[in-house]
Nanobody, 117 residues
Framework: VQLQASGGGLVQAGGSLRLSCAAS????????LGWYRQAPGKERELVAE???????TYAGSVKGRFTIAKDNAKNTVYLEMNSLKPEDTAVYYC????????????WGRGTQVTVSS
């Protein structure tokens, strides 16, 4: 299974980015999809996730600014990031958790998001 994330980059504070993650084999419709991030010197943290039924969960720090969505037909998950802040700077990873799994089973390569002040 390969997860290919894209859409990262450099943006000014207050700007927006949309991350995308496509899977080569796994079927998104039955799994929980997520985005994690890791900033320099910090632990990796969950940013957002969406279940097979469409229920979403967000970290408190991004609630109201980020939106996770998926397109099952395209096996793609998105993270729309608005009102970006310098503290959002991190490497972002997309993940897939199999049914019944409490943690991600698959991780994509990270994509760098840098927010300048």
């Amino acid at each position: 299974v390969q997860l290919q994330a894209s859409g990262g980059g450099l943006v000014q504070a207050g700007g927006s980015l949309r991350l995308s993650c496509a899977a080569s084999e796994i079927i998104f419709s039955i799994n929980t999809l997520g985005w994690y991030r890791q900033a320099p010197g910090k632990e990796r943290e969950l940013v957002a996730e969406i279940t097979s039924g469409g229920t979403t969960t967000y970290a408190g720090s991004v609630k109201g600014r980020f939106t996770i969505a998926k397109d099952n037909a395209k096996n793609t998950v998105y993270l729309e990031m608005n009102s970006l802040k310098p503290e959002d700077t991190a490497v972002y990873y997309c993940t897939v958790a199999l049914p019944g799994s409490g943690f991600p089973d698959y991780w994509g390569r990270g994509t760098q998001v840098t927010v300048s002040s």
